[in-house]
């Protein structure tokens, strides 16, 4: 989209946070990279008679094995533009370090459960593409003194992982967790981060079984089975949705469910983290960034899809 | 005045100081790093801004020197706790005057007072220090009282 700028400030930050904790991330920092407090319940009505009301965030001290594959891929987009820094190339073989002693223990995951740690399937997909993106900044000579072989082994061990372990054979779906049979609409960004193409028979499997258990009506998704009982449709799930469907070339299909969505935006066009299913009433966070990010890659998806 | 002392000893104390406080940042103690900041007032890549603020802070750090060495002179010798307690006057400085006043000077400096702008992509410092981590102060502190220790141990006055 242009915003070059921002993009290599938003690494300067990156950068300047996780330095003091190095060797692994924390899932959360503010601005100047201190992690918020830990989380409290207070004994107040919350909006609508919602509860609990909370204070703090209890998922700061969570291992999230997404969160490497993030920054990789985000960093991978800048090597495009210039070679990267010294310190841009420490971090990045910090993650791969991490990745690759960890990439098969259990995680919270993207969603930040409060069930306990498991074998996300979404997590080992992005322990995968941190290592893909990896393998390919080394290959380019981005990654000086990189182990290029252990991270080509490590990537090709994953994907053997996934595709035994995370694929559900009778339900024809990759599964929430490995040995699952549970699925979790993060598995709509497989395409995105390059592991499967979205028109592949397995690609198609997962979507027609997280289509039939997630929908939330309309064009609205559920972020995983056990949610639709507590919480309204998450509109990033439904926009990953649009942006599969568009890499697929389904792309009347895919329009119709971006234009559903966009009636769910408020009167200046913003969204909220969820909506509920029947009257797309606004529920959760407001406004939520990753609504929006998801608004604006399956924009972008459609748009390379029509020409 | 010893002006070989001053140029020897003004060079090894801030040298120390530089290692001390890069040191820091490389075990996670604290996220600052005086020659990236400066270098980043006169250029936007990072590995230039090392290095370019590496030889700034060599240059600040020497002319610095000699105002401990007029202190000396001023009292009449020079003593390792006399150099650890003016360097700790200088990291008070430092910290409660000069790192407040950084995000309106430096060109590259975010500030809490204005919108995000892409290009001021450095962290401000905040009183203390505190925003590049807790242990900042008394990095500061200690890496200062350091390198006047150096110059009062090592300085002799004529």
């Known amino acids: 989209m242009g915003y070059e700028d921002e993009a290599f400030a938003f690494a300067s930050w990156l950068l300047h946070t996780t330095r003091l904790t190095p060797r692994k991330f924390a899932v959360l920092y503010d601005v100047y990279g201190k992690k918020p407090r830990d989380e409290r319940e207070a004994a107040l009505p919350g909006y609508e008679g919602s509860k609990p009301v909370r204070f703090g965030n209890g998922a700061r001290d969570q291992l999230q094995l997404d969160v490497y594959g993030e920054v990789v891929d985000a960093a991978s987009h800048l090597a495009r533009r210039e070679p990267l820094d010294r310190d841009t190339r420490r971090l990045l073989r910090a993650c791969g370090a991490f990745v690759l002693d960890h990439k098969l223990d259990p995680d919270r995951g993207i969603w930040e459960t409060r069930e306990g740690d498991f074998l996300h399937t979404h997590s080992r997909v992005l322990c995968w593409a941190t290592l893909d993106r990896l393998v390919h900044l080394a290959e380019a000579g981005q990654l000086p003194r990189a182990p290029l072989d252990r991270y080509r082994s490590a990537r090709d061990e994953l994907r053997a992982f996934i595709e035994q372990r995370c694929w559900n054979e009778s339900l024809q779906t990759y599964t929430q967790r490995a040995g699952g049979d549970t699925v979790d609409a993060s598995l709509l960004l497989l395409p995105w981060f390059g592991y499967c193409d979205a028109g592949s028979p397995r690609m198609r499997g997962t979507f027609a079984r997280i289509d039939e258990r997630l929908s939330g009506g309309g064009a609205l998704v559920f972020r995983y089975e056990e949610s639709r009982a507590k919480e309204g449709a998450f509109l990033a799930c439904a926009f990953w949705a649009v942006d599969c469907l568009a890499r697929r070339g389904e792309v009347q299909q895919a329009e119709e469910r971006f234009a559903k969505l966009l009636e769910l935006q408020n009167d200046v066009g913003l969204f909220a983290e969820m909506a509920a299913p029947g009257t797309g009433e606004a529920l959760g966070n407001f406004p939520q960034a990753f609504t929006h990010v998801g608004l604006i890659n399956a924009a972008l998806t459609l748009q390379e899809a029509r020409r | ?158």
């Not at chain 2, 104390?13 to 005086?34: E, W």
């Not at chain 2, 030889?55 to 105002?67: D, K, S, T």
């Not at chain 2, 009292?75 to 950084?102: D, S, Y």
Request: proline fraction near 5%; charged fraction near 10%.
């Open chain 2, 1 to 158: 005045m010893n002006a070989s002392a001053w140029l020897l000893w003004g060079f090894g104390a801030t040298l120390v100081l530089t290692v001390v406080l890069q040191g820091c940042q490389a075990f996670g103690i604290s996220r600052l790093s005086l020659p990236y900041v400066l270098g980043t007032m006169v250029t936007a890549g990072r590995d230039r801004a090392k290095l370019y603020g590496f030889f700034m802070h060599l240059g600040v750090g020497w002319i610095v020197a000699l105002l401990y060495v007029a202190t000396f002179e001023q009292l009449g010798a020079a003593t390792a706790l006399r150099g650890a307690l003016v360097g700790t006057l200088h990291a008070l400085i430092v910290l409660l005057g000069l790192f407040p006043l950084l995000p309106g000077v430096h060109p590259r400096m975010a500030s809490e007072t204005q919108g995000p702008e892409a290009s001021r992509n450095l962290e401000p410092p905040g009183a203390l220090g505190l925003h590049y981590g807790a242990s900042t102060p008394i990095a500061t502190i200690v890496a200062h009282a350091l390198y006047g220790a150096i110059l009062g141990a090592l300085y002799t006055v004529r």
